[in-house]
């Protein structure tokens, strides 16, 4: 299978035919690749695994992924500009390329999150210039924001737009079940509150009526002596007249 190999290669270029890591033989070209009949015949064809014919070179493509959405396949056929490049990056959502200094290829997210960029078919990427994947997107700011630069969020260590609103959500929820225990916890002592000055300043109704029926007992004991001391009285005048 080597001998075979470096034959191909010499006669058609190296890098042509290769080896898989099965012992495949497998072809390589910028072009359609045919295979033609120069006398193995079919069944020498089929012993390489191989059969005649024509088997069409795919355009080179890449994908390109934003945060956490779908890859994106990338197409480039023959023809095509830099123009036609930059039309499809920019229909993919939540990405904005454009043609930097010197002709350079600039991708950035414009809605946060990482920005991943793999070979599909061919090796575009490489031949783009385009080496690194998955360049993360710098962390979001904490503090000095709004229009006075004097507000902070409080909310450190978020690399992208999910990090930040789970983040949020988070500190949101917090300060929430604060708010609902500090509202318990004053409730209760208004209660408390509200029952001892109830108690210090509020009428007791049974104390109230056993100190009438006591006042009026003694107003009416004070009645009758009284009654009594004016019979003694008259009775006197009347000894003495």
Same mark, same amino acid.
């Given at each position: ?12 270029? &190296? ?22 009949? =120069?006398?193995?015949?079919?069944? +020498? ?14 355009? &080179? ?19 095509? /500009? ?19 200094? +010197? ?5 950035? &997210? ?5 920005? /991943?960029?793999?070979?599909?078919? +061919?090796? &575009?990427?490489?031949?783009?210039? $385009? /080496? ?22 409080? $909310? ?8 930040? =609103? ?9 300060? =929430? ?24 300043? +509020? ?8 100190? $009438? ?29």
């Amino acid at each position: 299978a080597t001998d075979l190999v470096n034959n191909i290669n010499a006669a058609m270029g &190296p890098g042509t035919a290769s080896l898989s890591g099965s012992g495949q033989l497998t072809f390589k070209g910028t072009g359609n690749i045919t295979i033609g009949d =120069a006398g193995i015949g079919a069944a +020498g064809m089929g012993d390489l695994g191989l059969t005649f014919g024509t088997t069409l070179a795919k355009n &080179p493509s890449f994908t390109v992924q934003v945060g956490s959405q779908n890859p994106v396949t990338i197409s480039i056929a023959a023809g095509d /500009t830099s123009v036609d490049l930059l039309a499809s990056l920019n229909a993919i959502p939540g990405l904005t390329a454009s043609l930097g200094a +010197g002709g350079v290829l600039v991708m950035t &997210p414009n809605q946060g999150g990482d920005l /991943t960029v793999q070979n599909a078919s +061919g090796t &575009p990427v490489n031949a783009l210039g $385009l /080496t690194v994947v998955g360049v993360a997107q710098p962390p979001f700011r904490t503090q000095h924001l709004g229009a006075s630069a004097t507000l902070a969020t409080g $909310l450190v260590g978020n690399s992208n737009i999910e990090d930040y =609103a789970r983040s949020a959500i988070t500190s949101q929820a917090e300060d =929430a079940a604060a708010a609902s225990d500090a509202d318990t916890r004053e409730t209760t002592y208004l209660a408390s509150l509200t029952k001892r000055n109830t108690d210090q300043s +509020g009428v007791n109704i049974d104390e109230e009526v056993a100190e $009438l029926v006591r006042v009026q007992t003694s107003y009416a004991a004070a009645a009758r002596m009284v009654s009594a001391s004016e019979k003694v009285l008259d009775d006197l005048l009347n000894t003495v007249g």
